[in-house]
């Protein structure tokens, strides 16, 4: 059963912006960190950003000023506003939770920014 599932992928055009949201599809309790990982093409899959139940937030510096993360603790959803996307930007983004010393994530939701 898919735990975590992710929508808002796409295709868009350079300097376009899309919004990524992910939410459980199970009871999740005690989620410390909910976050967004992408993985680009023939590269390993890396921190886009995450954010702390007390609102900590940190960004991978190709993204900082342009990604946006937000998350809504009572709908155990996240978000992730990506403006003045780049073609680099273009990858499978997946969506991360830690709750309880385990790890869930989402199967993934492609994004891809043409130029």
């Known amino acids: 059963q898919e735990q975590l599932v992710e929508s808002g992928g796409g295709l868009v055009q350079a300097g376009g912006s899309l919004r990524l949201s992910c939410a459980a599809s199970v009871s999740i309790f005690g989620i410390t960190v909910m976050g967004w990982y992408r993985q680009v093409p023939d590269k390993q899959r890396e921190l886009a950003a995450t954010?702390?139940?007390?609102?900590?937030?940190n960004y991978a510096d190709s993204v900082k000023g342009r990604f946006t993360i937000s998350r809504d603790n009572d709908k155990n959803t996240v978000y992730l506003q990506m403006n003045s996307l780049k073609p680099e930007d273009t990858g499978v983004y997946y969506c991360?939770?830690?709750?309880?010393?385990?790890?869930?994530w989402g199967k993934g939701t492609l994004v891809t920014v043409s130029s």
């Open positions: 954010i702390t139940g007390g609102g900590s937030i």
């Open positions: 991360y939770f830690y709750a309880n010393f385990v790890g869930y």
